[in-house]
């Protein structure tokens, strides 16, 4: 039987599903969390096989002994997974120290993690990638805007969404953000691209290869809705581009992926850009070596009438899966704002979209700022009727 230790299993609030999937294949789930057993949802309680509650999973040493402990009373570690970016570093050095060689260690993390290192990847993929500038000082800044010319791009080379990410247009912004960027970040400056978010989301198996492919496009600039406190609106694709499917296989290939559900992010261009390609084209953006965040499974579950909690579990497992893709459809994430008004209620959205809507709620707080505060996911048959479902919900008084 194999150990599996799930690091942070009650966030987000749905990953207890991956774990359940992995106790029905067999496995000794063993989570590691900072919140108190009693408090966790009976769902999850009922996936695992033993948690180990910490003050803090902040604290490494206390996530170091809880590892150690369950070692001593289980045996060897076969996998350690958090499936989340905010964790994707300290995982890798807990299995490292704890000799767990099915993922990331700790030497792969540079080139999955600092966004300067992902583009000679990508580019090895043969996909374009934007010009950069490792942010030094205001002399070295102006000196890149004479190569590239404004606007710009300035987040972290190591950061998780669209933290600290802002849009420079001219040289007195470019002073205010040298003034104000936080010193102990290493900043990424990067040219302009005028495109759509689109991504490649696979389950990989140990040889890597895809088990399962799809993808989704975001309707809504992740660093407009954080900074400016917009609407989200994203959705998972009824049928994977032949394109973006073709550079998601050379990513994993370029990036050596193996046994793990990815995120890999591009633009597709909306204009021609010298030096990067023709309008409709792809263009490389980010790696994610962990599912999209948020409710984004749950979205590729009703999207294509599947379970990719199973399949991924399956991958570690068995190293494939029999779980079948049924029908597919579009399906649309709209994420509503508390401190704007909207023309329809709540119930009158949900009223509206009986026969379409999969899930609606609140949002936590720890993920409102980038996702907003009140969410709807729906399905559609086609593009027109999600296009619609946007314009009806998010109209404002």
């Given at each position: 039987?194999?150990?599996?230790?799930?690091?942070?299993?009650?966030?987000?609030?749905?990953?207890?599903?991956?774990?359940?999937?992995?106790?029905?294949?067999?496995?000794?789930?063993?989570?590691?969390g900072d919140q108190p057993y009693d408090e966790l949802m009976q769902e999850?309680?009922?996936?695992?096989?033993?948690?180990?509650?910490?003050?803090?999973?902040?604290?490494?040493?206390?996530?170091?002994?809880?590892?150690?402990?369950?070692?001593?009373?289980?045996?060897?570690?076969?996998?350690?997974?958090?499936?989340?970016?905010?964790?994707?570093?300290?995982?890798?050095?807990?299995?490292?120290?704890?000799?767990?060689?099915?993922?990331?260690?700790?030497?792969?993390?540079?080139?999955?993690?600092?966004?300067?290192?992902?583009?000679?990847?990508?580019?090895?993929?043969?996909?374009?990638?934007?010009?950069?500038?490792?942010?030094?000082?205001?002399?070295?800044?102006?000196?890149?805007?004479?190569?590239?010319?404004?606007?710009?791009?300035?987040?972290?080379?190591?950061?998780?969404?669209?933290?600290?990410?802002?849009?420079?247009?001219?040289?007195?912004?470019?002073?205010?953000?040298?003034?104000?960027?936080?010193?102990?970040?290493?900043?990424?400056?990067?040219?302009?691209?005028?495109?759509?978010?689109?991504?490649?989301?696979?389950?990989?198996?140990?040889?890597?290869?895809?088990?399962?492919?799809?993808?989704?496009?975001?309707?809504?600039?992740?660093?407009?809705?954080?900074?400016?406190?917009?609407?989200?609106?994203?959705?998972i694709l009824k049928d994977l581009p032949e394109d973006t499917r073709v550079?998601?296989?050379?990513?994993?290939?370029?990036?050596?992926?193996?046994?793990?559900?990815?995120?890999?992010?591009?633009?597709?261009?909306?204009?021609?850009?010298?030096?990067?390609?023709?309008?409709?084209?792809?263009?490389?953006?980010?790696?994610?070596?962990?599912?999209?965040?948020?409710?984004?499974?749950?979205?590729?579950?009703?999207?294509?009438?599947?379970?990719?909690?199973?399949?991924?579990?399956?991958?570690?497992?068995?190293?494939?899966?029999?779980?079948?893709?049924?029908?597919?459809?579009?399906?649309?994430?709209?994420?509503?704002?508390?401190?704007?008004?909207?023309?329809?209620?709540?119930?009158?959205?949900?009223?509206k979209y009986k026969d379409h809507m999969k899930m609606s709620g609140r949002?936590?707080?720890?993920?409102?700022?980038?996702?907003?505060?009140?969410?709807?996911?729906?399905?559609?048959?086609?593009?027109?009727?999600?296009?619609?479902?946007?314009?009806?919900?998010?109209?404002?008084?």
């Amino acid at each position: 039987m194999k150990n599996v230790v799930f690091i942070s299993p009650n966030f987000p609030t749905n990953y207890w599903q991956f774990c359940r999937q992995l106790k029905d294949n067999g496995m000794n789930v063993l989570g590691i969390g900072d919140q108190p057993y009693d408090e966790l949802m009976q769902e999850l309680k009922d996936s695992l096989t033993e948690y180990y509650k910490v003050d803090s999973l902040e604290q490494s040493e206390e996530v170091y002994r809880a590892i150690a402990f369950f070692i001593f009373k289980y045996g060897r570690i076969d996998w350690l997974e958090s499936n989340n970016e905010y964790w994707l570093e300290r995982d890798a050095r807990f299995r490292t120290d704890f000799n767990i060689r099915s993922g990331f260690q700790i030497e792969d993390i540079p080139r999955i993690k600092y966004k300067s290192k992902m583009k000679e990847f990508y580019k090895k993929a043969g996909i374009p990638v934007a010009r950069y500038h490792l942010v030094d000082d205001l002399e070295g800044c102006l000196d890149f805007i004479e190569e590239v010319g404004y606007p710009v791009i300035a987040k972290p080379d190591n950061g998780v969404g669209a933290s600290h990410t802002i849009k420079i247009t001219n040289d007195e912004e470019m002073h205010e953000f040298i003034m104000n960027k936080w010193p102990s970040i290493t900043y990424i400056m990067e040219e302009y691209i005028n495109g759509v978010i689109c991504s490649y989301d696979a389950i990989i198996d140990s040889k890597g290869e895809p088990m399962f492919e799809t993808g989704n496009v975001t309707h809504t600039s992740l660093m407009d809705v954080v900074n400016e406190g917009g609407n989200s609106t994203y959705c998972i694709l009824k049928d994977l581009p032949e394109d973006t499917r073709v550079a998601g296989r050379a990513v994993v290939k370029s990036f050596n992926v193996k046994s793990r559900f990815v995120h890999f992010e591009f633009f597709r261009l909306l204009d021609d850009q010298e030096g990067l390609g023709k309008k409709g084209e792809i263009v490389a953006l980010e790696v994610n070596m962990r599912p999209s965040g948020g409710f984004t499974p749950d979205m590729i579950n009703f999207a294509h009438s599947t379970d990719v909690y199973k399949i991924w579990a399956d991958m570690i497992a068995f190293d494939h899966s029999t779980k079948p893709v049924g029908s597919h459809q579009f399906c649309a994430f709209a994420g509503l704002r508390d401190d704007k008004h909207y023309v329809m209620s709540q119930e009158e959205v949900l009223e509206k979209y009986k026969d379409h809507m999969k899930m609606s709620g609140r949002i936590p707080d720890v993920l409102s700022n980038a996702m907003g505060n009140q969410f709807y996911i729906a399905t559609f048959e086609t593009e027109e009727e999600m296009n619609q479902f946007y314009k009806t919900v998010l109209e404002m008084k």
